[in-house]
Structure formats: structure tokens, C-alpha cells
């Protein structure tokens, strides 16, 4: 499977940005999606993750300024950003796991957020 992402940018603090993730090729089934960030130097972080049937997880650094969400008929997940701060300035990475009985994590090619001060 291949993780396609969209949307990453420069924005004020304050503003907004929405990121798109697309998972095409050889899928079986989808089930979680999530989104992660790094910084140079820095480890790989969870910002938000979304079960097959929607259940939710955010680092409480994004709650109730990030919203995840995701399109099952596109194998398709979304991250709202709202609100960002220049500490959301990060490569993000969407993820994804494929597969029923043997699951298979799939990692996007990462896409870059800024935010300025």
C-alpha cells in the first residue's frame, strides 16, 4: 500500500491547515490511520489517531485544537488543524495499518507544517 499526503504549508499563528492522506494499491483493509510529527533531532510524535469505526486519540497538546477524521470508501484520513501554534511547526506523517488477520504499517512520505510567529 502506498500513503499519498496533501495540505501541509506556511501559516500564521492562529490559522489554519488541513492535511489529507490517501491509501491506495495493494489494501486489504484499513484500520487505524493516525497522524505523527517530528522535528529535526527529535523523536517521531502521535498527534491524533482514528479507529476503522472512529474512535479517537489526541496528544493533549492538540486536543480540542486538532480534529482527525477519515473516509472509509477512500481509505482516505484527515487532520483539521485549527488555532496552530508555532510549536506545531513539524514534518507530519500519516500511518496506517492494512491487513485483517496479517497487518502490515504503512508510513506516508511526510509533509511540512510552519508556522510563523
Known amino acids: 500500500a502506498l500513503l499519498e499526503e496533501s495540505g501541509g504549508g506556511l501559516v500564521q499563528a492562529g490559522g489554519s491547515l488541513r492535511l489529507s492522506c490517501a491509501a491506495s494499491?495493494?489494501?486489504?483493509?484499513?484500520?487505524?490511520m493516525g497522524w505523527y510529527r517530528q522535528t529535526p533531532g527529535k523523536q517521531r510524535d502521535l498527534v491524533a489517531t482514528i479507529t476503522r469505526i472512529g474512535v479517537t486519540n489526541y496528544a493533549d497538546s492538540v486536543k480540542g485544537r486538532f480534529t482527525i477524521s477519515r473516509d472509509n470508501a477512500k481509505n482516505t484520513v484527515y487532520l483539521q488543524m485549527n488555532s496552530l501554534k508555532p510549536e506545531d511547526t513539524a514534518v507530519y506523517y500519516c500511518?496506517?495499518?492494512?491487513?485483517?488477520?496479517?497487518?502490515?504499517?504503512?508510513w506516508g512520505q511526510g509533509t511540512q507544517v510552519t508556522v510563523s510567529s
Open positions: 494499491g495493494s489494501i486489504v483493509r484499513i484500520n487505524t
Open positions: 500511518r496506517a495499518e492494512n491487513g485483517i488477520w496479517s497487518v502490515s504499517t504503512y
